[in-house]
T-cell receptor, first 113, second 114 residues
Framework: GNSVTQMEGPVTLSEEAFLTINCTYTATGYPSLFWYVQYPGEGLQLLLKATKADDKGSNKGFEATYRKETTSFHLEKGSVQVSDSAVYFC????????????FGPGTRLSVLP | NAGVTQTPKFQVLKTGQSMTLQCAQDMNHEYMSWYRQDPGMGLRLIHYSVGAGITDQGEVPNGYNVSRSTTEDFPLRLLSAAPSQTSVYFC?????????????FGPGTRLTVL
């Protein structure tokens, strides 16, 4: 079946550091890929998405590129802020089966001033 | 536009008790789903619905029932609560049941079963 693997962390960075959170996936079809973010005490919010190979999703300074050849969707940000402290989830949706998302375990990011 | 709402925010149950977690959305979304979030395991799908009157099981459906009598509401019922059901529960919805559509999440219900 489909699955998502991501580094679990926690990841602790200083403000303005470069961020990479790795995500790889296994899927039988041609999934869409997502990054969701969860701030403390809140539900998940969509951060960015990509629907086909070589697509780049971007939002709020975060980027991720859909790499079919390496089955990866790594999240990057050039300069993190304290307000980026949250849990980040990589997820896939199998287009052949509609909306049944598969989530990774989440990566907790703490950014120190 | 309230989005996806869930009640209650917190709940403590004793083993064997039953309860219903409420979920509603006001966006006329076709698809609704319930997840549970446990440490180190991400979110796991419990049940989902692709429209009023249609529900199906997800990855971890045992011990839970759902129904979808209206487009707006998708309650999750715990029939006989067990400590293994201690978790944070999220309801989510999206406009269509197929395709790469964004899922909108509620704020969650934190459930403790003693």
């Amino acid at each position: 079946g489909n699955s998502v693997t991501q580094m679990e962390g926690p990841v602790t960075l200083s403000e303005e550091a470069f961020l990479t959170i790795n995500c790889t996936y296994t899927a039988t079809g041609y999934p869409s890929l997502f990054w969701y973010v969860q701030y403390p005490g809140e539900g998940l919010q969509l951060l960015l998405k990509a629907t086909k190979a070589d697509d780049k999703g971007s939002n709020k300074g975060f980027e991720a590129t859909y790499r079919k050849e390496t089955t990866s969707f790594h999240l990057e940000k050039g300069s993190v802020q304290v307000s980026d402290s949250a849990v980040y989830f990589c997820a896939l949706s199998d287009q052949d089966y509609g909306q049944n998302f598969v989530f990774g375990p989440g990566t907790r990011l703490s950014v120190l001033p | 536009n309230a989005g996806v709402t869930q009640t209650p925010k917190f709940q403590v149950l004793k083993t064997g008790q039953s309860m219903t977690l409420q979920c509603a959305q006001d966006m006329n979304h076709e698809y609704m789903s319930w997840y549970r979030q446990d440490p180190g395991m991400g979110l796991r799908l419990i049940h989902y619905s692709v429209g009023a009157g249609i529900t199906d099981q997800g990855e971890v459906p045992n011990g839970y029932n759902v129904s979808r009598s209206t487009t707006e509401d998708f309650p999750l019922r715990l029939l006989s609560a067990a400590p293994s059901q201690t978790s944070v529960y999220f309801c989510a919805s999206s406009y269509r049941a197929s395709g790469p559509n964004e899922q909108f999440f509620g704020p969650g219900t934190r459930l403790t079963v003693l």
